[in-house]
């Protein structure tokens, strides 16, 4: 949902540790390895965790407290995981509408406020902005050529 990348592998070894599980990780953008088990490769049980890429900072924040309640014992792993499945199964705080018309009003207020651009410089910025919204919300959902040039 919008989470640093620097920091994912780190913050999934500490509640790995806290959950007393061996674990080795490698995360790459859109994808994380995740082997559970002893240093036997023949006991060792890996997967391939596949996320979409985006930006959610309601739901980063959700999984965040859930994480945190995680590692200082005031959440189980069976607790915090059926909380975990009701965050990706939630829909998001704003459709594609809202998140276009808030990209228009950001990118015209940073172009008119930063940059010093006169109106209509703000209104075509806002205009970029919302279709570069729109772009990455819809088209990036069909296409992963479309998906791997914006990263």
Same mark, same amino acid.
């Given at each position: 949902y919008g989470a640093p990348s620097h920091r994912l592998e780190s913050q999934l070894s500490a509640a790995a540790r806290h959950l007393d599980i061996e674990t080795k990780l490698v995360h790459f953008p859109g994808a994380t390895i995740v082997s559970f088990g002893e240093t036997d490769p023949l006991e060792q049980c890996t997967y391939v965790?596949?996320?979409? #890429?985006?930006?959610? @900072?309601?739901?980063?924040?959700?999984?965040?407290?859930?994480?945190?309640?995680?590692?200082? %014992? *005031?959440?189980? #792993?069976? %607790? #915090?995981?059926? *909380?975990?499945?009701?965050?990706?199964?939630?829909?998001?705080?704003?459709?594609?509408?809202?998140?276009?018309? @808030?990209?228009?009003?950001?990118?015209?207020?940073?172009?008119?406020? #930063?940059?010093?651009?006169?109106?209509?410089?703000?209104?075509m910025s806002g205009c970029l902005g919302a279709l570069l919204c729109l772009l990455s919300s819809r088209a990036s959902r069909r296409d992963m050529l479309f998906v791997d040039l914006m990263s």
């Open positions: 965790v596949k996320s979409e #890429a985006g930006l959610d @900072l309601g739901k980063l924040h959700s999984v965040h407290d859930i994480y945190r309640d995680l590692v200082h %014992d *005031r959440l189980g #792993a069976g %607790d #915090a995981t059926q *909380r975990l499945r009701e965050i990706m199964l939630s829909r998001p705080t704003y459709g594609t509408r809202g998140q276009c018309l @808030l990209a228009f009003g950001a990118d015209m207020t940073v172009c008119m406020l #930063a940059f010093g651009g006169s109106v209509l410089d703000g209104l």
